[in-house]
């Protein structure tokens, strides 16, 4: 037990109980940014999402969760210049597809795309097509 300068007992902790306390929260502190470092590959230092995150994951699944925790999963089908685009094969300017199964349609609006590789984006995506067996989702990346 501690003591002030008059020699009151104090009560607390321990400074081995203080020194373990101590570490577990350094520990803690370095998770968020062990996940920070994996988001931050998805985006150049001015925050853009790139074109060259997504290439090599063409044909990958993804979980697609909604704001409520609701998800599916999707493949990524397609990356393609946009047809208004005067830079092709632009890093900033170009369109995503997914594929996911018809029976689990999920209406236009932000989502969380998670991958291994990634983690988290979210995207604003819209169903594109009917799909007779499969549902295409398009997200529009547009950031000139």
Do not use: C, W
Request: glycine letters at 10%.
């Amino acid at each position: 037990m501690a003591s002030d300068p008059v020699g009151n007992h104090i009560p607390g902790i321990s400074r081995r109980a203080f020194l373990a306390g101590g570490a577990t929260v350094a520990v803690l502190a370095v998770l968020p940014i062990a996940t920070a470092a994996r988001a931050a590959a998805l985006v150049s230092s001015s925050g853009v999402v790139k074109r060259s995150t997504f290439t090599p994951l063409l044909g990958a699944t993804f979980r697609m969760l909604d704001s409520t925790g609701h998800s599916t999963n999707v493949v990524l089908s397609e990356i393609s210049d946009l047809k208004s685009s005067s830079a092709p094969g632009s890093e900033t300017v170009f369109s995503l597809v997914f594929d996911g199964p018809k029976t689990s349609a999920r209406p236009s609006g932000t989502y969380r795309f998670r991958h291994a590789q990634t983690g988290d984006v979210a995207l604003f995506v819209g169903p594109i097509d009917r799909g007779l067996k499969v549902k295409h989702y398009e997200a529009v990346v547009n950031q000139r």
